[in-house]
Nanobody
Framework: QVQLVESGGDLVQPGGSLRLSCVAS????????IGWFRQAPGEEREGVSC????????GYADSVKGRFTISRDNAKNTVYLQMNNLKPEDTAVYYC?????????????????WGQGTQVTVSS
């Protein structure tokens, strides 16, 4: 069973950048489709980005297209989320998730394994 640990969340000004990391143990991430999700207070957990297991093809929510980039480093067993031009509405706890299923999956119900989350706050 894979365990996931996120890091990299911080307080950043609007227009700034952050890179989140998701490190796996207990399994190799190259066998999993990986998703990044976020949840703001009082809101549903929403899919932000996904990297498909078969070919690392990526998908993004419309709200982050052109600003966020998901990538994998299989040698480090780590997935990243590069976030640029951050906006106050990006403020949330960000989670990575994994599933042994192929596809561009942006709904939380698709995923079996979750990290504990990392807080991103965008504010001046």
């Amino acid at each position: 069973q894979v365990q996931l640990v996120e890091s990299g969340g911080d307080l950043v000004q609007p227009g700034g950048s952050l890179r989140l990391s998701c490190v796996a143990s207990g399994g190799r991430l190259n066998y999993y489709t990986i998703g990044w999700f976020r949840q703001a207070p009082g809101e549903e957990r929403e899919g932000v980005s996904c990297s498909r297991v078969s070919d690392a093809a990526t998908g993004y929510a419309d709200s982050v297209k052109g600003r966020f980039t998901i990538s994998r480093d299989n040698a480090k067993n780590t997935v990243y989320l590069q976030m640029n031009n951050l906006k106050p509405e990006d403020t949330a706890v960000y989670y990575c998730a994994a599933v042994k299923k192929n596809g561009i999956l942006l709904h939380r119900a698709e995923y079996d394994y979750w990290g504990q989350g990392t807080q991103v706050t965008v504010s001046s």
